[in-house]
């Protein structure tokens, strides 16, 4: 581990192991009666594919283009932010690895095996970064579900004993800026092609590409 990992394990060690104490003793109380909720929360962060799916499906329409092309950029920022980079660099170990209580713990609610390092939270990031571009980009009357939706896939990790609080909160902060990075570039994409009078542009603002199948 890095040095920063270290500080990061004997700095935030109280506050980690008090939030997984609390988790397991939900699990423990409720008979597991959440598990497989959550289960399935962090099984769509897998690889970021629910997020990838869900981009791509706005591209097909008018109204919701920019929100997914906002979303994939913005997956593929945390990608770089996260993956490619932060976890490589600060090769902080998984909690389960690093302290008995926290493997018993882990085992309680099923030992979920995953690979690469802690820090930040990869599905977090996903989960923020898409949530965020779909928040900034959408219906403030209900776009705002895509954070709490950020917030759960968050919690879900630690539920798990997979990632330390702080892997999440870090998580969450570097989605949030993949997020808005995205919407500053599509915003400005947009502008750019509003401004040009071609085919290509005029079709990626106005067309509706499932329109292009129905027939006459």
């Known amino acids: 581990m890095s040095e920063f990992a270290l500080w990061l394990n004997h700095t935030f060690y109280g506050f980690d192991a008090a939030v997984f104490a609390f ?5 423990e109380l409720a008979g597991g009666i959440f598990t497989p909720l959550l289960g399935f929360i962090t099984f769509l962060g897998e690889g970021g594919w629910f997020f990838i799916a869900l981009g791509v499906a706005f591209l097909f329409f ?3 283009r920019k929100i997914g092309i906002a979303m994939l950029i913005a997956l593929l920022f945390g990608l770089v932010f996260t993956n490619l980079t932060l976890k490589n660099i600060i090769v902080r170990h998984r909690p389960f690895a690093t302290d008995a ?3 018993e713990y882990w085992q309680y609610v099923g030992g979920v ?3 690469e390092f802690s820090f930040p939270s990869g599905h977090t990031t996903s989960a923020m970064a898409a949530g965020f571009a779909f928040f900034l980009f959408g219906n403030k ?3 705002w579900s895509a954070l709490v ?5 968050g919690f879900s990790r630690i ?4 990632h330390y609080t702080t892997d999440v909160l870090a998580g ?3 989605g949030s800026v993949a997020g808005a990075l995205a919407c500053l570039l599509v915003a400005w994409l947009y502008r750019l092609m509003e401004k040009q009078d071609n085919k290509t542009c005029n079709f990626l603002l106005q067309a509706d590409i499932l329109k292009l199948f129905q027939k006459k």
């Open 23 to 27: 988790t397991h003793s939900l699990a």
């Open 62 to 64: 008018q109204k919701t």
């Open 101 to 103: 209580q926290f493997y």
């Open 113 to 115: 095996h995953v690979g």
């Open 141 to 143: 009357k209900w776009s």
């Open 149 to 153: 939706f950020a917030l759960l896939m």
């Open 159 to 162: 539920y798990f004993v997979v």
């Open 172 to 174: 969450l902060i570097v």
